[in-house]
């Protein structure tokens, strides 16, 4: 979970958006991590979700 978290903020932080769109789509994935902390498989469940809608580009990125 840590690594796939870690590639994530990788990704997002690559990311060729503003600044707001990049403190945004941080933000998810800080609640991804504290949800890790109380629910790993819930945590799983939304960070897959993430990943995923970044690969197909359904993030409100501007």
């Known amino acids: 979970m840590a690594e796939r978290l870690k590639q ?6 690559a990311l060729n958006v503003s600044t ?4 945004a789509l941080t933000r998810q994935l800080l609640i991804v991590t ?3 902390k109380h ?3 819930e945590a799983a469940r ?3 979700r993430f990943v995923q809608d970044l690969d197909e580009r359904h993030m409100p990125l501007d």
């Open 20 to 23: 707001e769109a990049k403190t």
């Open 34 to 36: 504290e949800t890790a």
């Open 39 to 41: 629910d790993l498989p």
């Open 8 to 13: 994530a903020h990788a990704r997002v932080h």
């Open 46 to 48: 939304r960070l897959s």
